[in-house]
């Protein structure tokens, strides 16, 4: 729909005629200061009032033109159908592990085997997508942690940032508490409430200058809720020379350093052994971190006064112009 910003301004619109109408022109000398020939070649033809006759082609798009322009100048708005936009939301940094461990074979996506860092890329994508209202952020880390998305609400390239990821990015170790320190330096000055780090790993700290215990002291300190989740299979065939042997992938997985991370700061440890135990995961994670669905009715606008002020100019050059030819 279209709506006017300022419609009192139209109160100007009979201004022309009104100053036309009472207020009287200055009355022409009578005197010549030069006297030549054909006086009506030098002066222009004037009406009875002293001013000059304009032809009416002209006085028609000169009135068209004011009206435009008032019509401008009262701020058209084409107003768009109400989208819901939410009020607030969570601050919710999502740490990623990227050690040469994450590319282990073990889990299964669409009937294909793959390594843990696709299926994990490719599961917590899809939770990224589903946290609107949310700033997601994004942390890599392997030897070393790096933020690749401060939190945002574009959570479309946030979760194109971690697709495009690759094991080794951040190293090949795994430095927890350096991912758990950067973490808290990113969500420390947002509202204590709604402070949330997602970790995922699949070994232990190998790592890094800050010491797991200790970060996890200070998340505790600064109110940082922390969701812990162990990735691997318990146990997978392997071929080698001997024959087939049954395996434990998982064996560098700290569970007991994840375990008290979570409970430490109030959050809760995830095992996920396949894919499904995944999905699983992040969807209890909706459940305990919901998402604000508080949302309040906006109405883009877009301005259009452009269009009646275009019109207004083209039609004032084409009045001033068939007005000197009458």
Sequence with gaps: MIDLAWPWIALVLPLP???????????LSREAALR???????????????SRTSSGPALALMALAW???????????????????????????????LSGSMAVEDFELEGQRV??????????????????????????F??????????????????????????????KETAIGDAIGLAIKRLRDRPVSNRVLILL????????????????????????????????????????????QRVNPSRDLDERLLTHIADTTGGRYFR????????????ELDRLEPVDRTVYDARPTRELFVWPLALAT????????????G
Excluded: H, K
């Design 142 to 171: 392997g030897s070393n942690a790096y933020l690749q998305a401060p939190l945002s609400f574009d959570r479309d390239t946030v979760a194109q940032l971690l697709m495009e990821s690759f094991i080794g990015l951040a190293g």
């Design 314 to 325: 083209c039609l004032w050059v084409a009045g001033v112009y068939l007005g000197g030819r």
């Design 36 to 50: 030549v020939p054909r006086m009506d070649q030098l002066i222009p033809a004037s009406d009875g009032m002293g």
């Design 17 to 27: 005629w009104l100053l036309r109408r009472f207020w009287s022109p200055a009355e």
């Design 67 to 97: 009206i435009c322009l008032v019509a401008a100048a009262c701020r058209p708005l084409w107003i768009d159908e109400a989208v819901e936009m939410p009020l607030s939301g969570r601050d919710l940094m999502l740490a990623v592990d």
């Design 201 to 244: 790993t699949d070994g232990a700290n190998t790592a890094g200058e800050l010491d797991p215990a200790t970060a996890t002291g200070l998340a505790q300190e600064t109110g940082v809720r922390i969701y812990t989740i162990g990735i691997g299979a318990d146990q997978m065939t392997v071929r080698s020379f001997f024959g087939a």
């Design 272 to 283: 996920a052994r396949d894919t499904a135990e995944l999905e699983q995961i992040y969807a």
């Design 115 to 140: 390594d843990r860092s696709t299926a994990t890329r490719a599961v917590a994508s899809e939770f990224i997508a589903r946290r609107v209202g949310d700033r997601v952020g994004l942390i890599l």
